[in-house]
């Protein structure tokens, strides 16, 4: 499976919104956001609520599924865990990895990241990795050496056919609930040091086709500043994706 072109519009529900919510969800999502072929809309509910989500969407293949963690095992004795193979078999397509909340709520290392990457794709599953500073190492001005800190690693163990099934979003944590949001000029800024770190890697040709997203504070009203941008091609939204028709909105916005 190859990543999307862009824009990618994707929503992570996080620990919200259980299968009867998520039901209700899709029934005036659906009912709001048209079937559009010029985009990929992308949800990561809980995985509780997958199988739900699949069935709200059987007529839907415009819309499309992910998890939102996985472990790096195929099985075995890990009480609590997500293997790819499981959340293949329930019909994810995409895998969130990295994301702020397991780097910082759950310590989430950046070896564990490199691994689940290399799980996701050796299963079939697109690779969604989350990288992104605090707002103590922005202000240090280290915000792109700890983007490099979480990219770069995991580059280095992927061949550039494997880095075409992958999208990067650029989440920073101070910008992750908090109602503050990067800049559109910052979001580009940094967008662009991603952008030059996989040209550095791949060649600027392939590293033009890995679609870059940023996440953090995304809103109906500030989505098509952010996705106005040159280097940001798309969105991965929190809170705000969780109203249906509020995220019918930033998809049209896209």
């Not at 195929?74 to 994301?99: C, K, N, Q, R």
């Not at 662009?192 to 809103?219: F, Q, T």
């Amino acid at each position: 499976m190859s990543a999307p072109r862009t824009p990618v519009l994707a929503g992570n529900w996080k620990m919200n919104l259980g299968p009867t919510e998520a039901s209700r969800f899709f029934d005036d999502f659906l009912a709001a956001h048209p079937a559009r072929a010029d985009a990929t809309v992308l949800f990561f509910p809980p995985a509780v609520s997958l199988a739900a989500a699949r069935a709200a969407l059987r007529d839907r293949a415009d819309v499309r599924l992910g998890v939102q963690n996985v472990y790096w095992e195929a099985g075995g004795a890990f009480t609590g865990e997500l293997s790819v193979p499981m959340a293949a078999d329930a019909g994810a397509e995409y895998v969130l990895v990295g994301h702020s909340e397991r780097r910082h709520v759950f310590g989430e290392t950046v070896p564990q990241t490199v691994r689940k990457v290399r799980a996701v794709l050796d299963g079939g599953l697109v690779p969604v990795l989350c990288v992104g500073e605090t707002l103590d190492e922005r202000r240090a001005g280290r915000a792109e050496a700890v983007v490099d800190g979480q990219l770069i690693p995991v580059l280095g163990t992927l061949t550039q056919d494997e880095a075409a099934r992958l999208l990067v979003a650029y989440e920073p944590v101070w910008a992750i609930g908090t109602g503050e949001t990067a800049s559109p000029a910052d979001a580009d800024a940094m967008h662009r040091a991603v952008r030059a770190r996989l040209a550095s890697a791949y060649g600027a040709e392939a590293a033009r086709a890995i679609p870059v997203l940023y996440g953090g504070s995304v809103k109906p009203e500030n989505a098509r500043e952010l996705l106005a941008q040159p280097e940001v091609d798309g969105v991965l939204v929190g809170g705000a994706s969780m109203d249906p028709r509020g995220f019918a909105r930033i998809c049209a916005a896209g």
